[in-house]
């Protein structure tokens, strides 16, 4: 498809379990982002991918939270032992390269409830 | 650091008045400055973006923003407001980085 695509779209979890989360980015799109969105509130910045650089890990809200990117390709957001307090829209958007002037496309999201 | 804040968490208007959406920015650099817009059970879309060059930007769906930096401001304005306006509406900032900072976001409810 042309736009960014996230799976599945909505995930209902057991506390303590782990969860995978899949982003597919605009095909030729160098930067990938994660945010978190709870309800009510603004977006959440988790990580970034940018080519082949290491990523930018800073907002991760714990070591539960893990992502990986294969090149400039899929990415999957992974939520071991998940709380309840993770329960959020998880957010994936891309963009033609990192920086101040190129627009972000974001994807429908992924709910994630845990029970 | 840069920050983002919006002034107001809930704005109601009638169909067919203006719609201000206000947002005040910090930030250490000469940022770049968007709006997004939510709407229910959609995806963020992009309604705007400054980067330095011309401070009234004009985006999709008749909404215009004006950057003034002596005030720190990026407020959101449309003349007349539609029904297919109601959403969530969000004033971010970037650096001159990759990271987005994303304000609180501003409910907007049009009243017919």
Not at chain 1, 1 to 18: F, L, R
Not at chain 2, 3 to 30: A, F, I, K
Request: charged share 20%; hydrophobic share 35%.
């Amino acid at each position: 498809g042309a736009g960014v695509s996230q799976s599945p779209s909505n995930k209902v979890t057991e506390k303590g379990k782990d969860v995978e989360l899949r982003c597919d980015p605009i095909s030729g799109h160098t930067a990938l982002y994660w945010y978190r969105q709870r309800l009510g509130q603004g977006l959440e910045f988790l990580i970034y991918f940018q080519g082949n650089s290491a990523p930018d890990k800073s907002g991760l809200p714990s070591d539960r939270f893990s992502a990986e990117r294969t090149g400039e390709s899929v990415s999957t957001l992974t939520i071991q032992r998940t709380q309840q307090e993770d329960s959020a829209v998880y957010l994936c958007a891309s963009s033609l390269a990192g920086g101040m002037n190129t627009e972000a496309f974001f994807g429908q999201g992924t709910r994630l409830t845990v029970v | 650091a840069q920050s983002v804040t919006q002034l107001d968490s809930h704005v109601s208007v009638s169909e067919g008045t203006p719609v201000l959406l206000r947002c005040n920015y910090s930030s250490s650099y000469s940022p770049s400055l968007f709006w997004y817009v939510q709407h229910p059970n959609k995806g963020l879309q992009l309604l705007l973006k400054y980067t330095s060059a011309a401070t009234l930007v004009k985006g999709i769906n008749g909404f215009e923003a004006e950057f003034k930096k002596s005030e720190t401001s990026f407020h959101l304005t449309k003349p007349s407001a539609h029904m297919s306006d109601a959403a969530e509406y969000f004033c971010v900032v970037s650096p001159n980085d990759y990271k987005l900072s994303f304000g609180a976001g501003t409910t907007v409810t049009v009243r017919a």
